[in-house]
Nanobody, 125 residues
């Protein structure tokens, strides 16, 4: 199983960035996909999750209205569109996959079984 996050970089406050997560080695359309982030010196925190079909999404309060997650099951891809970025959004962003029928929630790192390597997003002027 491999998850690979990409698309990070340096962006000015108020700017936008789109992250991608490519998955392989799993039956992709059976997995919930989550995005987490970890800033220096802080714990990994939940950002958003999307269900198998993509018709349900969940967001942490601090990104609601600014971030949008979507998926393309035909391409085994999940996307995180980030807009109106703030310096406090600076972090390494990780995508993660949750096994089907796990009975887990979706907003804790332990809810997920597979992780990508992370991509750094820096919001700074």
């Amino acid at each position: 199983v491999q998850l690979q996050a990409s698309g990070g970089g340096l962006v000015q406050p108020g700017g936008s960035l789109r992250l991608s997560c490519a998955a392989s080695g799993i039956t992709f359309d059976e997995y919930v996909i989550g995005w987490f982030r970890q800033a220096p010196g802080k714990e990994r925190e939940f950002v958003t999750a999307i269900n198998w079909t993509g018709d349900r999404t969940y967001y942490t309060d601090s990104v609601k209205g600014r971030f949008t997650t979507s998926r393309d099951n035909a391409k085994n891809m999940v996307y995180l569109q980030m807009s109106s970025l703030k310096p406090e959004d600076t972090a390494v962003y990780y995508c993660a996959a949750q096994r089907p029928y796990s009975g887990s929630g979706f907003d804790q790192p332990l809810d997920y079984d597979y992780w990508g390597q992370g991509t750094l997003v820096t919001v700074s002027s």
